[in-house]
């Protein structure tokens, strides 16, 4: 096989479908893409680097992205990828786009679970799947879109199923410190906590509680927190007739413009379009797992 990329296209709709595909080795900070000018919508992103290395921004923070890392971005979003300034060798990766109505769902639940950076073996499964789609473009000219697209399906089931293997879960967390924290930010979602108050109240320095966090849930105590504030506003959206405003408040959140920023970074669409959605969105409680 060799270097290439491709793109099927149709006019049926249909809830997930395969976008696009590629093989490449870029060496030229020219490439770059910037997720919130992007035309597409409803689409959702899967690179992985082979070789070299690349760099992601996305929630204010750069990543290094060197081999056996990927990252997962839903569009359009707050994220931009390229290849650095200071690149001395090609960055070669592998990539897939599929797009549809269940397509940001799916990657938001995802990315809830182990953020938007990932690590995975060559010989993996959704690693093996991705050469095993792109052959069946490329050399066996696979161009049924509904194939393309069952097996896009099939390699999301096969990233989810890795990605989710036994991890620590909030509600068999054996360190007495961590479930203590985790209480602690479940009974206290609406109020305003800082790092300092979470480890006063278990007893520990806040540099500790970060730790303590991203050694057993792979998360920040911050970003634990925010994922169980929206887990309550969603639910909240769905079961009460509060305003926007009300639970933005309930919620721990400063005001309904940031609430709605966060909200929509989960879900893909803000609170208001969850509240009225009853098809995509139909279950009255959401929970991420940890």
């Keep these: 096989m060799f270097r290439s990329s491709y793109s099927i296209r149709s006019e049926e709709a249909t809830m997930l479908l395969f976008d696009s595909m590629g093989w490449e080795l870029i060496q030229s900070p020219a490439y770059s893409f910037d997720g919130q000018t992007r035309s597409e919508t409803s689409n959702v992103i899967f690179q992985y680097t ?20 990927a990252f997962l971005v839903t569009l359009p979003s707050m994220h931009k990828y390229y290849y650095p300034e200071e ?9 897939l786009n599929v797009r549809g109505p269940l397509a940001i769902p799916l990657w938001n639940q995802l990315i809830t679970h182990c953020g938007p950076i990932v690590q995975l073996p060559q010989e993996s499964s959704p690693i093996r799947l991705l050469w095993s789609m792109f052959e069946d473009i ?24 890795l990605l989710k293997k036994p991890t620590m879960l909030t509600d068999h967390i054996k360190n007495e410190k961590l479930h203590t924290a985790v209480q602690f930010m479940k009974n206290n979602l609406h109020m305003n906590l800082s790092l300092d108050d979470v480890a006063d109240h278990i007893g520990i320095s806040k540099h500790h509680l970060c ?15 925010r994922r169980r504030r929206i887990e309550a506003a969603a639910s909240k959206l769905k079961t009460t007739d509060l305003t926007i405003n009300q639970i933005a408040v309930e919620t721990g959140f400063d005001n309904a413009s940031y609430f709605g920023k966060v909200f929509r970074s989960y879900f893909g669409v803000n609170p208001l379009a969850y509240r009225q959605q009853d098809v995509e969105f139909s279950a009255k409680h959401v929970f991420f797992e940890t």
């Design 50 to 69: 082979l070789s070299g290395e690349g760099r992601i921004e996305v929630d204010g923070s750069v990543h290094r992205l060197t081999k056996d890392n």
């Design 87 to 95: 690149g001395t060798e090609p960055w070669e990766f592998l990539w």
């Design 138 to 161: 490329q050399v066996h000219e696979e161009r049924n879109l509904h194939a393309l697209s069952a097996k896009a399906f099939q390699w999301i089931l096969s990233l989810d199923s």
């Design 211 to 225: 730790r303590l966090f991203q050694k057993n849930l792979n998360l920040s105590p911050f970003e634990y927190l």
